[in-house]
């Protein structure tokens, strides 16, 4: 598959996949091929790209802290972070890049019950 973006292995990462941008890391080479995960990640890398990288992070952090305090448990408040919602409930639409809209991780800033 042709991706706009470099795909690194990096065995060392304890998830599956990283948007760094402007490259995507995924910890084993299996994943290269797995389009779901690329795919996530390529949403991200846009998230990343609209915000000018460091924003991105900096809102990232500040999203997850607060989701932390607010759910008292790091993966609901890792899942419940604005920017992993979006990607999450589209990461199976291998067109959704195509056809997203700017800033889309907006919808996501209501907290989930």
Aim: proline content about 3%.
């Amino acid at each position: 598959m042709g991706y706009r973006y470099k795909i690194i292995v990096a065995p060392f990462l304890k998830v599956s996949g990283m948007a760094l941008f402007p490259v995507i890391l995924v910890n084993n080479k299996k994943l290269l091929n797995d389009a779901v995960v690329i795919n996530h990640e390529r949403i991200h890398l846009k998230q990343q790209a609209e915000l000018l990288v460091i924003p991105f992070y900096l809102l990232y952090l500040v999203n997850y802290l607060v989701n932390l305090m607010v759910y008292r448990n790091h993966n609901v408040a890792y899942l419940n972070i604005i920017f992993e919602r979006e990607a999450y409930a589209h990461e199976a639409d291998m067109h959704y890049i195509r056809y997203r809209r700017w800033y889309s991780w907006c919808r996501y800033f209501k907290l989930k019950q």
